[in-house]
T-cell receptor, first 116, second 109 residues
Framework: GAVVSQHPSRVICKSGTSVKIECRSL??????MFWYRQFPKQSLMLMAT?????????EQGVEKDKFLINHASLTLSTLTVTSAHPEDSSFYIC????????????FGQGTRLTVV | GQNIDQPTEMTATEGAIVQINCTYQ??????LFWYQQHAGEAPTFLSY??LDGLEEKGRFSSFLSRSKGYSYLLLKELQMKDSASYLC??????????WGAGTKLIIKP
């Protein structure tokens, strides 16, 4: 199946710094990418949906100035957590799908962010 | 509103069969996914149903009834490694994935 690569898999950063997470589709063109956050023992929470070349659509309650999403190409989307705080520590997962009726979303491996 | 219901937790015995149900109410329907997620890992794809009926794939089968807004995931010959969360997700009319909260499956020897 299609491959989505997410990097880094783990990151520890100091409070107040920014962290960038990359999500790449390796063998297909990802017209749409989704960014999720998962708290321990909870389901995936959709943060935002990004379509290539346009601004991301954020879910209610997600701060777009804090979680910057860029989807500048058909194979790469990035999520930047700005001015990170300990409460931002979480598991962030991206998924990608191509255009059309085939709607399977392929997931990246996830990024464990720890803010100290 | 959009709603997906699945049991929070289920327990089964190694070697047995377990059925995990999922009911949904969404704005439109363009398919239903089942994903498996082990703790600390990203979800992995199990099945995709868009037409009514049963899809069998090895030890795992998935069933869909669109008229009833209902699906189930059937796991046979349970193994300890099947202990995980199982997530039901529906594709709505905007091709967005609407996620259930997941069912934690505990397998006992």
């Amino acid at each position: 199946g299609a491959v989505v690569s997410q990097h880094p898999s783990r990151v520890i950063c100091k409070s107040g710094t920014s962290v960038k997470i990359e999500c790449r589709s390796l063998d297909f063109q990802a017209t749409t990418m989704f960014w999720y956050r998962q708290f321990p023992k909870q389901s995936l929470m959709l943060m935002a949906t990004s379509n290539e070349g346009s601004k991301a659509t954020y879910e209610q309650g997600v701060e777009k100035d804090k979680f910057l999403i860029n989807h500048a190409s058909l194979t790469l989307s990035t999520l930047t957590v700005t001015s990170a705080h300990p409460e931002d520590s979480s598991f962030y997962i991206c998924s990608a799908k191509s255009q059309g009726e085939s709607t399977e979303a392929f997931f990246g491996q996830g990024t464990r962010l720890t803010v100290v | 509103g959009q709603n997906i219901d699945q049991p929070t937790e289920m327990t089964a015995t190694e070697g047995a069969i377990v059925q995990i149900n999922c009911t949904y109410q969404t704005s439109g329907f363009n398919g239903l996914f089942w994903y498996q997620q082990h703790a600390g890992e990203a979800p992995t794809f199990l099945s995709y149903n868009v037409l009514d009926g049963l899809e069998e794939k090895g030890r795992f089968s998935s069933f869909l009834s669109r008229s009833k807004g209902y699906s189930y995931l059937l796991l046979k010959e349970l193994q300890m490694k099947d202990s995980a969360s199982y997530l039901c997700a529906v594709v709505d009319s905007n091709y967005q994935l609407i996620w259930g909260a997941g069912t934690k499956l505990i397998i006992k020897p």
